[in-house]
């Protein structure tokens, strides 16, 4: 079965702070991999995606992640966080083939403090 | 824009009520879904259906079925709700295909007394 891992529960940082989250995927095919936020009170959105080509994404808002094939990984970063960027952050992966289903990690929340 | 529309935000029902959450979206998707999201488990797969009249479980479907009469409408009911049924319900939307993704609502608030 799939899983996704964020290792990270909670992390608080300071405006200005770079961020990087971890994502870690188990699965032998060829996946999709996302980041979706959830700011507080409002539903789930895409931040960013990745089906193929240059592993380095960048999406909304200045962040941008990186595939890492041979490590199973999808990293999400941003250079410098914003207070605006307190949210929750969830991971997911689907399968290229058969089945498309999501299947989310714990989700990471992000407290920015100005 | 894709819209997922989910017909309550909030909900307060009484143990052992049947409980209809709906959903809608106006996009043409095929694919649609039921997960529900509680804190530290992030989201978790009930139900999802890639057609008209087709369901298939997902990870926790205990509890739990669903209906899909019409392209746009997808259904999650509770035959008798529980307690341990209190939490964040979100519907999404995909179109098939290898390379898509999905497109959620607002989410219900379903709290069970």
């Known amino acids: 079965a799939q899983s996704v891992s964020q290792h990270n529960h909670h992390v608080i940082l300071s405006e200005a702070a770079s961020l990087e989250l971890g994502c870690n995927y188990s699965?032998?095919?060829?996946?999709?991999l996302f980041w979706y936020v959830q700011y507080p009170g409002q539903h789930l959105q895409l931040l960013l995606k990745?089906?193929?080509?240059?592993?380095l994404v960048k999406g909304i808002k200045g962040f941008e992640a990186e595939f890492i094939k041979s490590k199973f990984s999808f990293n999400l970063r941003k250079p410098s966080v914003q207070w605006s960027d307190t949210a929750e952050y969830f991971c997911?992966?689907?399968?290229?083939?058969?089945?498309?289903?999501?299947?989310f990690g714990t989700g990471t929340r992000l407290t920015v403090i100005p | 824009d894709v819209k997922v529309t989910q017909s309550s935000r909030y909900l307060v029902k009484r143990t052992g009520e049947k409980v209809f959450l709906e959903c809608v979206q106006d996009?043409?998707?095929?694919?649609m879904f039921w997960y529900r999201q509680d804190p530290g488990l992030g989201l978790r797969l009930i139900y999802f259906?890639?057609?008209?009249?087709?369901?298939e479980k997902g990870d926790i479907p205990e509890g739990y079925s669903v209906s899909r009469e019409k392209k746009e409408r997808f259904s999650l009911i509770l035959e008798s709700a529980s307690t341990n049924q209190t939490s964040m319900y979100l519907c999404?939307?995909?179109?098939?295909?290898?390379?898509?993704?999905?497109?959620f609502g607002q989410g219900t608030r379903l709290t069970v007394v």
């Open positions: 999404a939307s995909s179109s098939q295909g290898s390379n898509t993704e999905a497109f």
């Open positions: 699965y032998g095919g060829t996946v999709n």
């Open positions: 990745y089906f193929s080509g240059d592993p």
């Open positions: 997911a992966v689907s399968q290229q083939t058969g089945a498309n289903n999501l299947f």
């Open positions: 996009m043409d998707h095929e694919n």
């Open positions: 259906s890639y057609d008209v009249k087709m369901k």
